[in-house]
């Protein structure tokens, strides 16, 4: 069974950094396309990065470019997401997933952590 | 950036009932559609991907379907356990974006 657990949230002040790690198991890591997405209390589902199976390829949005970084460790089946200079607006819950895109084209989010809250607050 | 605007936001409907919920996309994604279902406190799930393929263990009286930049799910007889908030979203450009989310709730 496929399984991805998130670790590392918690209480960060505005302007800290923190790291998110994902650890999955079940399913071959290391030929995935790989994301983090996150999820404001009461709010929608924002799509936040996505790396390539090799990590030779990484996309984000707009509103954590240059603050976000996602690695991964396919020695270690872990997906990380380094995250700087936190503002409010960044307090979520994250969530990392696995993308699939065989047989039928179009990349979707197959399996999904049970996701990780990060509070950005003094 | 592509934008999803989902409809209704809301939906109240009783168990046994035909539910429609529809996302439009600001520009052309060809079928680059997929819709996933969330319950409080739990991640979302993949239902239907592609505009109209069901994914691996998801009930037959989901479906999905298209016309233009118009997307529709589609509940064909509501159960208990479908009362849940769906979300939209379109997959053909990056940034990946999803809809508002529509909330189905028991009238």
């Known amino acids: 069974e496929e399984q991805l657990v998130e670790s590392g949230g918690g209480l960060v002040q505005p302007g800290g950094s923190h790291r998110l790690s994902c650890a999955a198991s079940g399913f071959s890591f290391s030929d995935c396309w790989m994301s983090w997405l996150r999820q404001a209390p009461g709010k929608g589902l924002e799509w936040v990065a996505n790396i390539k199976q090799d990590g030779s390829e990484e996309y984000y949005v707009d509103s954590v470019k240059g603050r976000f970084i996602i690695s991964r460790d396919n020695a270690k089946n872990s997906l990380y997401l380094q995250m700087n200079s936190l503002r409010v607006e960044d307090t979520a819950v994250y969530y990392c997933a696995r993308v699939e895109n065989k047989h039928i084209p179009g990349p979707r989010w197959v399996s999904w952590g049970q996701g990780t809250l990060v509070t950005v607050s003094s | 950036d592509i934008q999803m605007t989902q409809s209704p936001s809301s939906l109240s409907a009783s168990i046994g009932d035909r539910v429609t919920i529809t996302c439009r996309a600001s520009q052309t994604i060809s079928n680059y559609l997929n819709w996933y279902q969330q319950k409080p406190g739990k991640a979302p799930r993949l239902l239907i991907y592609s505009t109209s393929n069901l994914q691996s263990g998801v009930p037959s009286r989901f479906s999905g379907s298209a016309s233009g930049t118009d997307f529709t799910l589609t509940i064909s007889s509501l159960q208990p356990e479908d009362f849940a908030t769906y979300f939209c979203?379109?997959?053909?450009?990056?940034?990946?974006?999803f809809g508002q989310g529509t909330k189905l709730e028991i009238k």
């Open positions: 979203q379109q997959s053909a450009s990056t940034p990946q974006t």
